[in-house]
């Protein structure tokens, strides 16, 4: 859908008609609780999907966050990641057009907080976005979980 030019966001939901609690979350980045802030956070694409019920996520440049157009003159992008979580997070990679990894990081054993400043050269049409890999400690779902924002895309 990315490489087809559309601008959306990942969610994750279940139907879940079993005792088994398997925590799929969309996570939306506002700054207020109120009906007007949410649904402008939706539109404005800040979002994350992940199956880790508490993993945090801040995936922005200086000015725009997750889910944002910015301006191919901005070549190179400096990022402000910073992912925050109660397992431990194996690895940290940006995905870009047509789902190839761009760069990656991998957090040494207890890094909490974990803060990556990547700078990534970019085009017009580029997009890449966020993929978060971390172990599964506490949900029987299976041994990884995995968060991806929404993507930034370059204009």
């Known amino acids: 859908a990315l490489n ?7 969610i994750a939901s279940q139907d879940n008609h079993s005792l088994d609690e398997e925590a799929l979350r969309t996570v939306i980045w506002t700054d207020a609780l109120t009906r007007d802030a949410i649904l402008g956070a939706l539109d404005d694409r800040r979002a994350y999907s992940t199956d880790d019920d508490n993993i945090e996520i801040i995936f922005r440049t200086d000015d725009a966050w997750m889910g944002s157009t910015l301006a191919a003159s901005a070549s190179p992008v400096s990022l402000l990641i910073k992912v925050s979580d109660d397992e431990p997070v194996t690895l940290l990679e940006l995905i870009g057009t047509d789902g190839a990894a761009i760069t990656s990081y991998t957090p040494t054993e207890g890094e909490n907080p974990i803060y990556w400043f990547p700078q990534v050269d970019v085009a017009a049409g580029d997009w890449f976005y ?7 400690l506490y949900d029987v779902d299976s041994d990884v979980q995995i968060a991806v924002t929404a993507p930034l895309w370059i204009q």
């Not at 087809?4 to 990942?10: N, S, Y």
């Not at 966020?130 to 599964?136: G, P, Q």
């Open 130 to 136: 966020l993929k978060v890999t971390s172990t599964n």
């Open 4 to 10: 087809e030019g559309w601008r959306v966001a990942p």
